[in-house]
Structures are given as C-alpha cells and as structure tokens.
C-alpha cells in the first residue's frame, strides 16, 4: 500500500475528520463520487448514463451496521432498487456489502437477508453482486456466496475478488469451477503484508493474471479497473485470444474517468458504471480520496469554491 493511501485512510478514521467531511462532504466534491442521497435522485443520474451507451450498477451505500433494524432497511433498500429499475426501465442491476445486511451481527441473520435479496434478483430476471470487504470477512463471504448461487444459478449472483491478496488466485480457480461471474478488482482495504502484496507491480500483475484465467475458463469477467495500461493491455490480449465481447465487460466507478468509459464504448465495449448513493457515504468516499492525490486535489478546489 503506498504512503499516500494509507495516509489518508488512517487520517478518515479520525473522528474529528469524519465529522469534518461528513458536514462538508457534498460541498467538496462528494457529488462526483456519489450519485445523490436518495433512489430517486440516483435513478435520474443513471438515465443520463444509459444515454450515453453505459451501462450500470447501483449501490446502496452503508457498511458494518450496528443493529438488526439497520441491517432489514438495508436488505429492504436493495430489494426496492429492483423495484425501482423495473419500474424506471433503466439498464442496471445491484451490488451490496454484507455488513450492511448484518454480517457482523449473525452470520445466518445476514444469509437470510441476503437470500431475499438473490431471490428479488431473481425475480425480476436481474442480477446482484456481493461486493468483498477486507479480509477477516472473506472466508465467510465466500461460504454466503456459494451457498446462493448453487441455489439461485449463475446469471442472477456474482462476487468480486481482490488481486493485492496472495489467496485470489486459488480463489479464483475454485469459484471457475462453478462457472460464476465475478469482478475483478485490484483491492482497496488496508491490508497487512502476510495476506496482500505490497508492492503495486505485484497487484497489477496478479490482476491480469486472474482476469486471464477467468476467461480461460469460459466464466463471465468484469474488468473493473480505472489503469489504462492495465486495460490496454488486455484489450490486446482479449482480441489475440478472440474472447468474444458478451464473456466480459468493462466497470469503471462513478465519476471517475468519465472519457475513458466512453471511449470503450465507442470501440464497441460493454462498460458497466458502479454507481453509490445513500446518505452513509463517507467510508466510500474516503477510498476514492485515498486510491488518487488526483482525486484528493479535486477535492480541496471544489472546498474552496464559492
């Protein structure tokens, strides 16, 4: 992890910062990151983003929930943004954390909410993604996962995977065998040096090696990396292996290299945007300052606007 990352994301655990950004947070520049507090306002942002030929998925922001009450709004939440897109027509399907359905709670408490949501996916014929959180809560979010999509299938249940820590890859192999769908990401938690790599290179390295191996195996892939080296050169080494275009896709975050996502349009890419809104958006807001000084300076001339 480099300085400037872990900097930031021991500085956003101070109290009097938090408190500090979350009065302040929309005025700075959160509205970059963050597509509105309420559904309503985040399904007219997605409507903009579908013109423009993207695609997208929506998240309810929150995570690790003190309560069982938070932790049923928040299955409810996401159980209504099916709803929502139904009724909408917009292009999108769903990604939610597990803490936020009360993974830190009870573990069957937490399978339980997570069942209903699966089944709303279901339901209304769409899919969600259960985003991973830091490693202490992998082993069980994997056991959730595997649990649901043996029981929903494939096309409704997808997972992300995290290429800065060493067990991916095995990680990756064992979940190809089920033939799921997973994002691939490179990580964005503050990890210690006996699970994930430590050097940058390392990560993007291991990131295409997974991204590679998914496809190998035949297993839909989402590419969700802003790194244009990264995604040049696997653009070349999609085509030389003629992977066709609808075994993976493209994701980009919200507000985040907005050109590049429509540039991968153009060139007949599907791209999905990962897309948060809710009004507990502070702890996601923080890992986007924290993977850019880019995104970090953005911040401090939005403070001083008028």
């Known amino acids: ?7 930031v994301l021991t500085v956003a655990n101070n109290r009097v910062v938090s408190s500090f950004v979350q009065k302040y947070g929309m005025r700075m520049g959160a509205t970059r990151f963050v597509a509105g507090e309420t559904l309503a306002q985040c399904v007219e942002a997605v409507k903009e983003i579908n013109q423009d030929g993207l695609v997208v998925t929506l998240d309810h922001l929150g995570e690790s929930v003190a309560s069982r009450e938070e932790a049923l709004e928040a299955t409810q939440a996401a159980i209504y943004i099916f709803d929502a897109i139904e009724e909408s027509g917009v292009d999108s399907n769903v990604s939610v954390k597990l803490t936020q359905l009360g993974l830190d709670i ?3 408490f937490c399978l339980e909410n997570m069942d209903r949501i699966a089944a709303k996916a279901k339901e209304t014929n ?16 994997l056991d ?18 995290q290429t800065y820590l060493y067990r991916s ?9 089920k033939n799921v769908n997973l994002r691939i990401v490179k990580g964005a938690y503050k990890e210690p040096s006996n699970v994930a790599f430590p050097n940058k290179k ?3 390295d291991n990131y295409i090696k997974l991204v590679q191996t998914h496809l190998r195996n ?17 653009k070349i080494w999609l085509k030389a292996n003629q992977i066709p275009n609808d075994l993976f ?33 502070y702890a996601y807001y923080s890992r986007r300052i924290a993977e850019s000084p880019a995104n970090a300076l953005f911040i401090l001339k939005n403070f001083f606007k008028k």
């Open 218 to 234: 035949g297993c839909y892939t989402a590419i969700a990396t802003h790194d244009e080296k990264i995604i040049d050169e696997l």
């Open 249 to 281: 896709e493209f994701q980009m975050l919200y507000g985040v290299r907005n050109g590049l996502q429509r540039q991968l349009v153009s060139e007949g890419y599907k791209v999905r945007v990962y897309t948060p809104y809710g009004k507990d958006w």
């Open 202 to 204: 390392d990560t993007d």
């Open 144 to 161: 959730i996962f595997n649990q649901l999509v043996d029981k929903y299938g494939k096309d409704h249940i997808g997972l992300v995977i």
């Open 126 to 141: 769409n899919f969600v993604r259960i985003d991973m959180e830091d490693t202490p809560r992998l082993p069980i979010t």
């Open 169 to 177: 890859e095995q990680d990756v192999l064992d979940l190809g065998k």
């Open 1 to 7: 992890m480099s300085l400037f990352r872990s900097t």
């Open 106 to 108: 009870d573990h069957q």
